[in-house]
């Protein structure tokens, strides 16, 4: 069982649908990660929370919209989504300070957007 | 701005043989932390090993050792003994430690390991 888990690990949507993907770690840590990883293409970081604060948002549509309701869980709310949101989506963890603090990757989302 | 460079886009190694996974950075940050993830086909990325820009020694984990040359902003993934467990995607990645945020993680493109029989 991994630290970090993410729900669901598959999701097929149309251009018009909404969904969420869940992220839950259970490390104890209180910084976490939404990255993007598109064929061919470095991971993107999308978004990071620190202490349940969004500290980084890295122009992202507003398509995309997370949620850190506390320091366990993330979530990402997705609608009216494009074609070329299609990726897998990667949700990390970490503590907050010290640059020697490895990240905990989840399992990951393939979305596929239709 | 940070930026992290793997050449090698793939790479094969026979069984039980000794392979070597290029990254070079760029960074004007005088304190940062240097990271190699392993991406198997399942898609989880699995953090293997960490060195810190001020560590005298180079770091090591079991099979997987860093050769960390500062001056020349290298840090090369050297993997031991290759298993056929190994095939993979392997991603270089660096983060500052003079971020107020989360210290989020700048990656390479990676490179795709494949081992042989």
């Known amino acids: 069982e991994t630290g970090v888990t993410q729900t669901p690990r598959h999701l097929v949507m149309g251009m018009t649908n909404k969904k969420s993907l869940k992220c839950e770690q259970h490390l104890g840590h209180n910084a976490m990660y939404w990255y993007k990883q598109s064929a061919k293409k470095p991971l993107e970081l999308m978004f990071v929370y620190s202490l349940e604060e969004r500290v980084e948002n890295n122009s992202v549509p507003s398509r995309f919209s997370p949620e850190c309701p506390n320091s366990s869980h993330l979530f990402l709310h997705l609608h009216t989504l494009q074609p070329e949101d299609s990726a897998l989506y990667l949700c990390a963890s970490s503590h907050r300070t010290g640059s020697s603090y490895e990240q905990y990757f989840g399992p990951g989302t393939r979305l596929t957007v239709t | 701005a940070q930026k992290i460079t793997q050449t090698q886009p793939g790479m094969f190694v026979q069984e039980k043989e000794a392979v070597t996974l290029d990254c070079t950075y760029d960074t004007s940050d005088p304190s940062y932390g240097l990271f190699w993830y392993k991406q198997p086909s399942s898609g989880e990325m699995i953090f293997l090993i960490y060195?810190?820009?001020?560590?005298?020694q180079n770091a090591t984990e079991g099979r997987y050792s860093l050769n960390f040359q500062k001056a020349r902003k290298s840090a090369n993934l050297v993997i031991s003994a290759s298993q056929l467990g190994d095939s993979a995607m392997y991603f270089c990645a660096m983060r500052p430690s003079n971020s107020n945020s989360g210290y989020a993680l700048n990656f390479g493109k990676g490179t795709s390991l494949l081992v042989t029989p």
């Open positions: 060195q810190g820009s001020y560590d005298q």
